[in-house]
């Protein structure tokens, strides 16, 4: 099969998830009504309403937030030259979900600039203090040390959050679902004024392809052809807490998109950057709506937190990389 081909397949089941996040839920929806829903509207139709004002927006920031984590989780994983780098294990999220939950214990965060701002400045601590610590002592990071960083950070901004959640036990019941991970409850008016950013981090992602493939190659061979290797992991740097802090802001910690769609992506795909960003973005969007769909279906009326689907997901594949890896160091 053709790398077209098989991206295209990828984009087609995108769209099967997509319509499958508009039909199933609580109430089940005929294809026919979400199509009249979509095109033509009655306000007066309950079943028009659930689709345009709940699950429409349901399914594109699931759509947004699992393109983001996954290309994210990509970056990282060729910044660091590390298998098991991800936003969620390397402290990301956590520096983000962190930033928003202290500043909206004491601030009220009722913009979705400064939620937007407030977690990219987490994600950026949070990943430029694992960097730094990896990097202790020694020009370049090891992947042993970058790992055990990240688990550091991760492990120390989550107790921060939540004994900024003791303390404050007025905001305790309303962030927990939120903290969990969850696409449900979001509106649109939420997600569009960070779509710029999203798209301009996307962007530059993908403009950064060639280059990375190159830095892939080695530190010596990359500045040897003229690469600016230290402009080049900034910019991939810049990227990731676009990417990743947004995510975060809009669905709170969603973890294991960004380390399981890489290695299924490189596989299935290629492992050049030029089809592996693109093929992150449909994966991992795919992956998210499906789970999202599988979150709200498994227990009905209830529903689980699909940060939870996902982690049932990626915690048997992170425990099978780290094995392998141990085993091959």
Known sequence: MTRTFVLFSGVI??????????????????????????????????????????????????????ASLAVAGALMQALTRNPLASPGIFGVNAGAMFFIVLLAAWLPLSSSFSLTWTAYAGAAVAGGLVYFLGTLGNSRASQLRIVLAGAAITALFTAFTQAT??????????????????????????????????????????????????????????????????????????????????????????????????????????????????????LGATLLVLSDVVARLLIQPQEIPVGAMTALLGAPLFIYLARKGMRHG
Not at 39 to 62: E, G, K, M, N
Not at 199 to 207: D, E, G, N, T, Y
Not at 224 to 238: E, N, S
């Open 165 to 282: 959640l003791v303390v404050n036990q007025d905001g305790l019941d309303s962030m927990l679902f939120w903290l969990a991970g969850s696409v449900s409850g979001r509106s649109l008016a939420l997600l569009l004024p960070m779509l710029p950013w999203f798209a301009a981090a996307m962007s530059l992602s993908l403009l950064l392809a060639r280059h990375i493939n190159i830095l892939a190659a080695g530190e010596e061979v990359a500045k040897g052809l003229g690469q600016r290797t230290g402009l080049i992991r900034a910019l991939m740097g810049l990227c990731v807490v676009g990417l990743a802090g947004g995510a975060v802001a809009i669905a709170g910690n969603i973890g294991f998109i960004g380390l399981i769609v890489p290695h299924m992506v490189r596989r299935l795909l290629s492992t050049d950057h030029r089809w592996l960003l693109p093929g992150c973005a449909v």
């Open 13 to 66: 089941l995108l769209l099967v998830a997509c319509g499958a996040s508009l039909m199933y839920g609580q109430t089940t929806i005929a294809l026919s009504v979400v199509f009249k829903a979509l095109f033509y509207p009655d306000p007066q139709q309950i079943d028009h309403i659930l689709v345009t004002t709940t699950r429409l927006s349901r399914t594109c920031i699931a759509v947004v937030v699992g």
